[in-house]
């Protein structure tokens, strides 16, 4: 089992920053690819972003490419998400997930094993 906390979400004006953190306890941080996941309301779950096990990979959805930045900090069992120049669009619950890494890296929610409870993120106009 894999447990997963996320933090940092909250209230910010269109253009500001966020960083989510999301701590991760359980089985080995590193036996897992990471995933950050967003769902606005009466919208379907969409894909943010993913992070190999390693760090060395990553991938992106389109609409947050080059706005958005993953990584993770093995050491401290963290994964986190960079959200600048915010737009109200970006107004969702983010989840993060873990998937094991024998799977492919994937933008999937059906690849992932674990979620975290998610933390709102409000951006005003």
């Known amino acids: 089992q894999v447990q997963l906390v996320e933090s940092g979400g909250g209230l910010v004006q269109g253009g500001g920053s966020l960083r989510l953190s999301c701590a991760a306890s359980?089985?080995?941080?590193?036996?897992?690819?990471m995933g950050w996941f967003r769902q606005a309301p009466a919208k379907e779950r969409e894909f943010v972003a993913a992070?190999?096990?390693?760090?060395?990979?990553?991938a992106y959805a389109d609409s947050v490419k080059g706005q958005f930045t993953i990584s993770r900090d093995n050491a401290k069992n963290t994964v986190y998400l960079q959200m600048n120049s915010l737009k109200p669009e970006d107004t969702a619950v983010y989840s993060c997930?873990?998937?094991?890494?024998?799977?492919?890296?994937?933008?999937?929610?059906?690849?992932?094993?674990?979620w975290g409870q998610g933390t709102q993120v409000t951006v005003s106009s």
């Open positions: 359980g089985r080995t941080f590193s036996s897992y690819h």
């Open positions: 997930a873990a998937g094991p890494r024998f799977r492919a890296l994937s933008n999937i929610p059906g690849n992932y094993d674990y």
């Open positions: 992070i190999s096990w390693s760090g060395r990979s990553t």
